[in-house]
């Protein structure tokens, strides 16, 4: 059953370089996982048609929970979320699909 991961920031980035060691050490995360990860949308335009609209979204798709979880919780991207928390306040959900 698929697995969608989602980033929200619901503020713009306030440390552009954090982001940007964050960007480029998560691109290693996801060249480990290329087979497993899947990117659906990363921060197009978006419509808020209720509450307020995000700064930015990521939804990212997986064939399962457990993938999405491995590679959340593996080395490589463990070592780039510090990066990702200096640079903004994101939410990270994982959904089950159907």
């Known amino acids: 059953m698929p697995a969608y991961m989602l980033f929200i920031r619901d503020e713009p980035v306030r440390d552009a370089a954090a982001m940007a060691e964050y960007q480029r050490m998560n ?8 087979e497993k990860l899947k ?3 990363v921060y197009g335009a978006v419509e808020a048609l209720e509450g307020p609209a995000p700064d930015g979204v990521v939804v990212l798709q997986f064939p399962t929970v457990e993938d999405a979880r491995a590679w959340h919780r593996s080395p490589a991207y463990q070592a780039a979320l510090p990066h ?4 903004a306040d994101y939410r990270a959900i994982i959904v089950q699909g159907l």
């Open 84 to 87: 990702r928390q200096r640079a």
């Open 27 to 34: 691109r290693e995360s996801i060249r480990a996982f290329a």
């Open 39 to 41: 990117p659906l949308a």
